[in-house]
């Protein structure tokens, strides 16, 4: 069964950095497009970047400048690398996939667990 693990949020001051880190798991035969959305209490999900297979990103206008995805398709793991953040950058972030089982021939979308990022003093 396919499944994204997340790891690497947590608390960062203002104007600190951190790194997500989604990898793929479970009889993959390839990965469309990978990305990260977030979730800040009392709001709708919302995209924050995304990154195809071949390479093109995507961003939010909000994060733009400060944040990079990048991804390794040998590892099937997407990236986020967040810069310069704000308190209003604190949310639960999702990882996303469009992926392709082995033996299968349709994609399917595929969500992370979830990760706290808490910016703060």
């Known amino acids: 069964q396919v499944q994204l693990v997340e790891s690497g949020g947590g608390l960062v001051q203002p104007g600190g950095s951190l790194r997500l880190s989604c990898a793929a798991s479970g009889g993959i035969f390839s990965i469309n497009t990978m990305g990260w959305y977030r979730q800040a209490p009392g709001k709708e999900r919302e995209l924050v970047a995304s990154?195809?297979?071949?390479?093109?990103?995507n961003y939010a206008d909000g994060v733009k400048g400060r944040f990079t995805i990048s991804r390794d398709s040998a590892k099937n793991t997407v990236y986020l690398q967040m810069n310069s953040l704000k308190p209003e950058d604190t949310a639960v972030y999702y990882c996303n996939a469009e992926v392709r089982p082995r033996l299968t021939l349709r994609y399917l979308e595929v969500w992370g667990q979830g990760s706290l990022v808490t910016v703060s003093s």
């Open positions: 990154i195809t297979s071949g390479g093109s990103e």
